[in-house]
């Protein structure tokens, strides 16, 4: 008798999951994935020493003193603010000069601070923030 040949079963690998698989990746992908776009103003704050008087007088100060705004020592409201610093041409001058000196006393808004700041922004001005010294 002659000896049996066995079939030769082909080795399959099982695809069946793959699908799956892949499903459940894109699925953990698109879940872990952040899709918070985030908005803001990009602020340089220049450190610098106390300024003389004689420089003082040259660089444009606002203050915030509760709910009012003080441009160079007068009362003006935010229309007004923007008007002023864009008369200043802070786009055209050197770096020293585009500083504009910002000072909070008070209970300020952080709407009023962050409106004033995005306000220099815009004049092209470098916010400097005064701080009392305790």
């Known amino acids: 008798m002659a000896p049996q040949r066995r079939k030769r079963r082909e080795a399959d690998v099982p695809v069946a999951a793959f699908s799956d698989i892949a499903f459940l990746l894109i699925i953990f992908f698109i879940v872990a994935a952040?899709?918070?776009?985030?908005t803001g103003t990009v602020t340089e704050i220049p450190s610098g020493e106390k300024a003389q008087n004689k420089?003082?007088?040259e660089?444009?100060?606002v203050k915030?003193?509760?709910?009012r705004v003080l441009f160079n020592d007068k009362h003006v409201e935010m229309p007004e603010l923007?008007?002023?610093l864009g008369k200043l041409n802070l786009h055209q001058k050197t770096d020293d000069q585009k500083v504009v000196?910002?000072?909070a006393s008070g209970?300020?808004?952080?709407?009023t601070y962050f409106d004033v700041m995005a306000s220099i922004s815009a004049a092209g001005g470098v916010t400097a923030i005064l701080q009392e010294e305790e």
């Open 101 to 103: 000196l910002l000072e």
């Open 82 to 84: 923007r008007e002023r």
């Open 55 to 57: 420089e003082e007088k």
């Open 34 to 38: 952040t899709l918070v776009q985030i």
């Open 107 to 111: 209970n300020v808004t952080y709407q």
């Open 64 to 67: 915030l003193q509760n709910d």
């Open 59 to 61: 660089t444009a100060t």
